[in-house]
């Protein structure tokens, strides 16, 4: 018997882990029973896994030769979207900005994103400025330790910087 590897990705279920008879059969109506598992189990994280015998098991018929299937779990997309901001020309720079997270998985948190690019600096002349956040955190909602199990990826927000004095809004 052969463990069948699988790939899914990080927050998706395992599902029940396949095999086939790679040599020999069964006779009649006689199958194995029991399950595969996963070592170590439970798999959630971010890596490969090795599918073992588990509990799966033939009668005393037969004798058992079986062969490790790999159980790979893969990074999935976490998103951290810039949001869009106003002030009024001749004020200071925000030195934070609003953001969402689009693609946790869990109750795994996101934190706030460590800088952003290009944050313009100083006085702002009015107009329009591309504010991408960057460099985002993110807890395991379990131990709140920081995890690999996201491809982070980010898109801009805008920071309008409307012209002042009179008949501006």
Known sequence: ITATSKTINYGDAVGTLAYTVTAGSFVGNETATGALTTSPAPAVNVSQY??????????????????????????????????????????????????????????????????????????????????????????????????NNYNRLYEAGTLYVNPAGPGTK
């Open 50 to 147: 090795s599918i073992v015998q588990g509990t799966l098991n033939v009668s005393g018929n037969y004798l058992l030769s079986f062969v490790p299937g790999t159980l790979t779990i893969q990074q999935v997309n976490l998103t951290t979207k810039g949001g869009i901001y106003y002030i009024q020309e001749g004020s200071a720079t925000p030195t934070s900005f609003a953001f969402t997270y689009q693609g946790l998985k869990y109750s795994d948190k996101a934190g706030t994103p460590q800088d952003y690019v290009p944050l313009p600096t100083g006085t702002l002349a009015a107009g329009s400025y591309t504010v991408t956040p960057r460099n985002t955190t993110v807890l395991s909602g379990t131990n709140q330790t920081v995890t």
